[in-house]
């Protein structure tokens, strides 16, 4: 700051020796009060403190400069104190934002986030993560969707804005923004959208007129780069989403960059949970948005979870799955409705006399009284090529087992409807085994890890399935278990040594390793690990069955 302020006062000096001093106090030379910046105001007001006394004798007579310089000098130190005030205050603000609880709607708590308590009027940004920047406007706060640009305008007293008119700066502050959770990434980043944060002095004659006007924060937020894989849909968007509003009791508005129907129509259910307004399409609607806070940019923890020292109120994953079962039930006791209303269409007799419903009944009942294994199939590369003896020897060791094959077009209910009520998932490592955020606490996930994929498999998935509550079980595959085995020399490095091709590059690994590869299980030998997960399951489900009846 002190080589701004230098660069500002040669500037401003530079600028003085051609224009009378009288003149250049008592007219700025374009007469326009409103377009300077507050804070380049003070650095004036601190040059003409600064300024040698001889500069200002110059043009004036003895007696009468000695009484315009006493004045000059009175009105500059009073410009310093009203100016310098309100900054000295705003650093006391972002020390107490490290612990103190603020009042305004995006308040800091325990544990809250840098940013947390600002000051009406500015922009905190915090940029210390490697993951994301997030930014936080208070006050008047404007959207404009044509220039990409969230305007903050803030009032000031009339002193300052006679003083800050000296200064042709047309903004306070001035922030730029891509709001999505992988930093990071430069290549996926720079398809994200940028937006200007912008601060403006509030003109009393300019006409910023709101078309909608909120009572309530916005949060904004990209759903672009890598949208459309559902462990980035999850780990990059929901997730973040989650961590960065929860604390505003559904009291807030998603302004949405990037914004995709299909999205909105897949995670709908999510969001209810988390707002009780409608989305906002923020390159779609054109309207002027007028909200009292803004978050712009989402909080990330780690691969999928919630880290609770971060949270207010030490929210953990946990209590981000009881917002997913929140959002899932009415769904899913919709489902039970129909299959039930169809299953007594078919019968034609009633269910007291009719024999085969008694069957159907006596099956159902037996079959519940298994524990249940749902195998999460993929269709293409890492698929389990002998997955149909798979499904029967897990039916022979005593599973009740479901084959459930997602794609991007499933309903997210259903399969949380299959795996909320499973007791053991089994599935290979990939995008797909973000769904066991929709197991319950207790549950078992077997994780089959393809050659080349164990960094990866423990990372995205094994660690947060343990946070989440879960007993994980990763399953690494053999070479002769991967269809690698019949295309490379047996001392090839690709399956004496993945980790020396892993560390080739990203591609050597996505190429071989994810998208080359397919699993033929040696079921002697996982069996050994569907048995550990049958014995863990039937002695839970007899736990859970003895608290309930007691």
Known sequence: MGRYYYQRYLKLKKAMQQIPFREHFVNDGDGDDDDDEESRAGAAALVFVCAPPS????????????????????????????????????????????????????????????????????????????????????????????????????????????????????????????????????????????????????????NHHCDVVHDVPAVFFSTGGYTGNVYHEFNDGILPLYITSQHLKKKVVFVILEYHNWWIMKYGDILSRLSDYPPIDFSGDKRTHCFPEAIVGLRIHDELTVDPSLMRGNK???????????????????????????????????????????????????????????????????????????????????????????????????????????????????????????????????????????????????????????????????????SLYDQYDKNDPVLRDPSSVNEKGWQYTKTIYLDGQNVRLNLRRFQKRLVRAYDYSIKRISQNCHHQSQ
């Open 55 to 206: 500069y200002h004798n110059k043009r004036s007579s003895s007696t009468t400069s000695r009484t315009k310089l006493l004045s000059l000098l009175l009105l500059s130190l009073l410009s310093c104190t009203f100016i310098l005030t309100p900054h000295a205050l705003s650093l006391f603000s972002f020390a107490d934002s490290f612990g103190a609880e603020d009042e305004g709607l995006v308040a800091a708590a325990v544990n809250a986030p840098f940013c947390s308590s600002i000051s009406n009027g500015t922009i905190c940004c915090d940029r210390s993560s490697i993951r994301t920047d997030v930014c936080i406007m208070k006050g008047d706060v404007r959207t404009n969707s044509a220039s990409s640009s969230i305007f903050l305008y803030k009032n000031t007293n009339g002193f300052i804005n006679y003083v800050s008119s000296m200064v042709e700066e047309k903004e306070l502050q001035h922030e730029k923004i891509r709001p999505y959770t992988r930093k990071w990434e430069t290549s996926v980043m720079d398809t994200i959208d940028e937006l200007d944060l912008v601060v403006k002095k509030e003109n009393e004659t300019a």
């Open 316 to 482: 953990n994953a946990i209590d981000f799955r009881n917002v997913l079962d929140q959002a899932y039930w009415p769904r899913i006791r919709g489902l039970i409705q129909d299959e039930e209303r169809e299953a007594r269409e078919k019968l034609s007799l009633s269910p007291s006399s009719d024999p085969s419903f008694k069957n159907v009944k006596e099956v159902q009942g037996d079959q519940s009284k298994k524990p249940k294994l749902v195998i999460l199939s993929r269709n293409g590369s890492r698929a389990i090529t002998n997955e149909n003896s798979l499904v029967k020897m897990a039916e022979d060791i005593g599973f009740q087992v479901q084959v459930v094959r997602p794609d991007r077009t499933s309903e997210l209910a259903k399969i949380y409807r299959a795996l909320n009520s499973s007791d053991v998932m089994v599935g290979v490592h990939g995008a797909a085994m973000t769904h066991f955020l929709f197991m319950k606490p207790g549950s078992v996930f077997i994780q089959v890890i393809p050659l080349g994929t164990d960094w990866a498999a423990e990372t995205y998935y094994g660690e947060p399935a343990r946070k989440l509550g879960l007993k994980y079980i990763g399953y690494t595959i053999l070479p002769r278990e991967s």
